[in-house]
Structure formats: C-alpha cells, structure tokens
C-alpha cells in the first residue's frame, strides 16, 4: 500500500496564512503515514528568489520526500531576459536541488512531465524527452506497479481528449497507458475518468490550490491518494476553521476506481 499527498498551487508570495499553517499541521500529523508528496507545480506567484527561498524552506521542513515539477508561475513573467534565457534558474536552484521528478517502487512509478511553457503558459505543451522518460521508467516496471503522470496542466479535460497538441504528442501520452494523471494549474479539485480507443482508463486527478489566497470559488484542498486491494481511494481534503478536514455530505465522499483490473 502506498500513500501519496497531492498538493498544487501553492504559490509562496500570494500565501493565504491559515491554509499553510494548518498544511504543516497536517504534515505534521502524519508521522510515517505518507510515502511521498507529489506537488503538481505553480511554487511561487512570480517566481522571485525570495519566494523561491520560501518554498524551498517549506521543503525542508517536510517529513516526507517530495516529487515536483514547475508551474507556468514559477518562470518569470516580468523579467523578460530571464523568461527567455533562463526560465528555470532560481526553480532549479531552490527546488530541484532537493526534490526529484521521479519516483520509482514495485507497487507504484511516476514521471513528473515539465508542461509549463514560456511561449504556452496558459496551454501549457508536454515534452517528447518527458515522453521518451516515462516510456523507459513505465517498461521497467512490474506489470502490477501504477503507473502515474504528473504535471502541472492538464493533459485531459473531462470529456475531452484533444486537451494535448500537437495530436501526435497526444497519441503518444495515450500509449504510455497511464492509470493515473496527477495536475493542478486550474485551483479547482475535479476527478474524471477518460478513455483511449481501446478502452484503457485513465484516472485524471486535478488538485485545487492548497495554500494560495487566489482562489476561485473553492477552499484550500488537496487530495491524499491510497493505492490498496489493487485499487485506488481518493481522499479530498477542504480547509475549515479546524484544519484541513475531509467534510462530511455526499459531494465530497471518497472516490474509489479499481485503474488496472482486467485491462
């Protein structure tokens, strides 16, 4: 069994104080619970060395090990040299110098795709290298291991497929026959099932913001993912004046998909 915390959009210079303070709290209460956090990008507002630095401590004072990618807001907007010549440097400086975009175990791989573009920030665009990386991680594989994609935009929109241009790039994410695609970008919590033409399903997983003071029109949440029973239970949490609790009521029950029976 593994138990994975899949935040997004935390964005360290717009911060809402009571979400990363009862985030850490959280954290916090965890102990050994959690095998890995999957953060789906977006670490700062507009990626300055001191939000970076920010972030960065947040990172060190995590119990856990930590698998990222960056967000279109962690490439500067403003300073159009660096936007150009060197999108990445302060991310790679601060964050993944201590974090990593892999993650590899029997019962579960993930491949952290770099979507963010500094010509597609709002689209986004998905890498051939990335690509070509999650085919040779997912082909060492156990046939039984999970096989997951994280990013920070989504590959898929519910009831669509045609979310990844160019096509080729699309069919090419279809064959890797993912059973989960973790993203955030969008602050809105969503799950929804898609489909390949030959009926594989993908479980596509989009996390809300989990710290940010822009919000649009939801809480602070984030999802906690338990692989068991050859399964997947999908645990949303909200920001309450209590913490960051699962509420109770029909539209925020655990969602339960069983991604690799008979497939």
């Not at 209590?242 to 509420?247: A, C, D, K, M």
């Given at each position: 069994m593994k138990r994975v915390l899949h935040i997004s959009d935390l964005h360290f210079g717009r911060i809402h104080p009571p979400a990363i303070e009862a985030l850490e709290n959280f954290l916090a209460a965890q102990q050994q619970k959690l095998d890995l956090i999957v953060m789906t990008g977006d670490w700062t507002q507009r990626a300055?060395?001191?939000q970076y630095q920010a972030a960065a401590e947040f990172i060190k004072r995590s119990p856990f090990p930590v698998l990222t990618i960056p967000g279109n807001h962690d490439i500067p907007l403003y300073n159009f040299v660096a936007r150009l010549v060197q999108p990445l440097r302060n991310y790679n400086r601060f964050i993944r110098s201590v974090t990593t975009d892999t993650f590899e175990d029997p019962e579960?791989?993930?491949v952290g795709f770099r979507t963010?573009?500094?010509f597609r920030p709002v689209e986004g665009r998905v890498l051939k290298k990335d690509i070509e990386r999650a085919e040779k991680v997912f082909s060492n594989a156990p046939d039984s291991a999970l096989r997951v994609i994280a990013c920070h935009h989504p590959l898929f929109q519910p009831k669509d497929l045609a979310r990844i241009q160019p096509e080729y790039l699309a069919n090419r994410v279809l064959a890797l026959k993912p059973h989960l695609v973790l993203s955030?970008?969008?602050h809105l919590n969503w799950v929804a099932t898609v489909k390949d033409e030959e009926g594989h399903q993908i479980l596509h997983i989009s996390a809300g913001s989990a710290t940010s003071d822009r919000l649009r029109g939801e809480v602070n949440s984030f999802h906690i993912i338990t692989t068991e029973n050859a399964g997947v239970n999908i645990e949303t949490y909200f920001l309450s004046e209590?913490?960051?609790?699962?509420?109770k009521?029909?539209?925020h029950k655990s969602v339960r998909w069983e991604p690799f029976i008979n497939l």
């Open positions: 300055r060395k001191g579960m791989v993930i963010a573009s500094v955030g970008h969008s209590e913490g960051f609790v699962i509420p009521g029909e539209v």
